[in-house]
């Protein structure tokens, strides 16, 4: 091995000085307490590499020499001050007088050495020490199954990993009074979490252990120093194993419950035979199959007809109308039936209007048929709710959704017969708000559904979030790009108006636009709102984790970053860890928090942040955080930090504001159009630039001189909304 790598390399995946000695005073309990009994007493720390022990164990009081191979190492200890000897370990312990010394250290040293030269130190260890001193011996914990089949693996001087079990037996053995394994380095975001993933039992176990053994005294010594070998410490594979097991067996618990309830209903006993003969007549050979076909035929006109007058009947008549959501509800073959027949063929374009009066529609699409609670999806909850509440003055307002059922598109309304049923016809007079991203957009345009909503006299309206995905395609996978630009010459083909989330994402399209051979006429009337920051009127969701307040204390013990999004490669997670990981080498306490869920093109990303060193320590991933902990998050952060290379608005710098959480950002469009002069703003993609802003950022917080977010502008949902409404209201001529 070449000069110098090996120091190289522990300065780069062992943390810094700060991180390291702050590890090792978990043994400072342990010690303190017998260090009483032998005042002046030496100790030694065996491969004591860059020297953070000594260091520590001089800071109390404890005088220690250290013996290492690596002048390398010694160097780093020498320029400190340290006292230091190049030998080799065990020669070096055979050198010591008999019971001269109260402490022998050894950290990631038995890992090194055959198993013979561990069984010699240990009892070269036992010889050396007074009565009730202490042996301290870390390694990495091969429980841990990552560590174990991988991360073990990294340093190329590692012989193999020794088990707990085993470690713990060998001083036992060699006669040492008492011996306790202490497990290390454990993610705070694991301890006490009921909600334990398959990730984390592969990865959660604690990274790290050591067994201190304490040479048999007195049965005074030894129970003036028992209490520290009294608890318990960090996180075992069978601690996470069963709490996995439990949230499964839970689940599963569940699930039998709703299947039991479902078997014993009154409906599932009536149907049997139904569902005896489906099966018996689901081959399609059959002449019995071939029968049924051929009088379904004959039978579906009249049925359509029959559910035509049904559903005008029923939708006329509140009574009819509750009595018929009952009865699809409680027999769900009914709404299978009507599926079958619209799917023998209606010709939309014949029908006509059947609700009087002039309607807003909202398209809820996804948010009604499978709600991600992705941003975009939060932004149409809180917007409908605003809108339901109070809107444009004699127009009722109805949330729809896009479906292809029966095989032609066409809308629904989400509060229409049997729920889910009622077909939306539009008439003269009606608006229509594209309020959700909606793919399927595509699709009914091309089929022409817009084209008669046009036609009958419907003003069409679409929300703009942005277009990175077209600006921007290696952001996203596959054909995102491609489908997203789809959409949006989808929408400019049929719109009357665009209504952007921001000026920068109408600069953005106006300027796609003309280079993609739109005539300037052509061009739909482009407008902008912002949107609202109002947690509590945006339908939050609640609930806090097991360790949440323990997470939350960790932060408030030191300045702590918070980033808000999804994890992507827009978003600038890596440049912001990098940063992160050079301040944390140079000794800077600070935290790092991300809150969101994996995203995509991010698999590299992800496994380093869930297998980082300082994960659970100075860097946490919360990945479903509710709004309710994301609050106090905020509160407990002392900045926002948002460096994403692309956004459409920026919601988090709003939400920061409200919390008064000063923010930096990347100096991009959006973010000055919605911060303005209260953001610290930084650009490029210097991971050693980004760490100096951080630190200059640092000196002007601790200063009181850095941008404050107090007095940024921001809207409610409500005030939200009320932009809407004026742009909409405008658009049809509405004096609002």
Known sequence: MSKGFY??????????????KSRLSVYLP?????????????????????????????????????????????????????DVATADALSFLKSVPDESLFLVSGFHLVEHIPFEALQDLVIESLRVLKPGGL??????????????TSNFYLDPTHICPIPPALLSFVPEYYGFGRVKTVRLQESVALINNADISLLDVL????????????????????????????????????NLATLYDRKQKNQI??????????????????????????????????????MKSAAWKVLAPVLRWVKSVLVFVVIRCPPLRRLAKQAVARFPIIMRFIRRIERSGINYAAMTPSREGPELFIDVTHVFTEDLRT??????????????????????????????????????????????????????????????????????V??????????????????????????????????????????????????????????????????????????????????????GADVENSLPTRGMPGNGEAVLAVLKGSPSFLMVGTVEPRKGHSLVLSAFEKLWLNGVDVKFVIVGKQGWLVEELSTKLRNHPEYGRNLFWLEHASDEYLDKLYDAACCLIAASEGEGFGLPLIEAAQHK?????RDIPVFREVAGEHGYYFSGSDSDNFAGAITDWLELYENNKHPLSVGMPWLTWKESAQQLRSIIGASVGDAV
């Open 7 to 20: 120091r190289a390399f522990e300065d780069k995946l062992r943390g810094s000085r700060q991180l390291v």
């Open 30 to 82: 342990f010690i303190n307490l017998v260090k009483d009994l032998y005042p002046g007493a030496q100790a030694v720390d065996l491969g004591c590499g860059r020297g953070e022990w000594l260091e520590l164990l001089g800071e109390n009081g404890i005088v220690a020499r250290g013996v290492d191979l690596d002048d390398e190492m010694l160097q780093a200890c020498r320029d400190i001050g340290l």
């Open 135 to 148: 042996l301290i011996l870390e390694t990495p914990n091969p429980e841990n199954l990552v560590v174990g």
């Open 203 to 238: 990865q959660g176990v604690s990274p790290d252990y050591s067994i201190v053994a304490q040479k048999d005294a007195g049965a005074e010594v030894m129970t003036a120093t028992a209490e520290p070998f009294d608890k318990d410490y960090g996180l075992t594979l069978h």
């Open 253 to 290: 618990d569940e699930v039998k419950k709703e299947l039991a309830s479902i078997y014993e209903s009154w409906s599932w006993r009536l149907f049997a035979p139904i569902r005896f003969l489906g099966r018996a007549f689901s081959n399609e050979k059959t002449p019995i199959q071939r």
């Open 375 to 444: 941003g975009i999806q939060r932004v149409v909850r809180s917007i409908s709710t605003e809108i339901e509440q109070e809107f444009l003055p004699g127009i009722k307002v109805e949330p729809i959704y896009l479906t292809d059922a029966g095989g032609y598109w066409h809308y629904r309304y989400v509060n229409g017969f049997a729920d889910d049923f009622e077909i939306v016809v539009p008439k003269k007079g009606d608006i229509f708000l594209g309020l959700d991203l909606n793919a399927r957009i595509v699709g009914a």
């Open 446 to 531: 091309q089929t022409g559904l817009f084209q008669d909503w046009i036609a009958r006299g419907t003003k069409i309206s679409f929300v703009v979030y942005d277009i990175l995905p077209i600006e921007h395609p290696e952001w996203w996978p596959g054909d995102v790009g491609r489908h997203h630009e789809e959409w949006l010459r989808s929408v400019l083909n049929v719109s009357d108006n665009l209504i952007c989330i921001s000026r920068a994402v109408c600069d953005s399209v106006r300027a796609w636009a003309l280079s993609a051979g739109y005539e300037q006429s052509k061009i739909p009337v482009m407008k902008s709102f912002h949107l």
């Open 661 to 665: 959480l000063p923010i930096i950002a």
